[in-house]
């Protein structure tokens, strides 16, 4: 592990990696080709189950990309600099 991320590595770290990807590759394998509003769906079971990770994910989502936004079109000289 420690050739392909060109630093020492440690057990714990190598072992955590293994673990993630493991996890993605199931959520891929599991809902990779869905329909999106078999996704939609999900999401909105997730939310009955969870309702504030949900919703808290979902708003830091929306602040993330309005920032992102805002900056590119203030890059773009959409907006006057502040």
């Excluded at 329909?35 to 504030?52: C, K, R």
Aim: hydrophobic share 45%; net charge negative.
């Amino acid at each position: 592990m420690e050739e392909i991320l060109e630093e020492p590595v440690s057990e714990d770290v190598v072992v955590e990696l293994i673990i993630q990807r493991g996890l993605r590759a199931m959520l891929s394998d599991v809902i990779g080709n869905v329909e999106p509003e078999i996704l939609l769906e999900s999401i909105f079971q997730m939310a009955e189950e969870n309702p504030q990770f949900v919703y808290h994910f979902t708003a830091a989502r929306l602040r993330d990309g309005a920032s992102t936004r805002e900056a590119a079109r203030r890059q773009l000289g959409f907006i006057k600099p502040a």
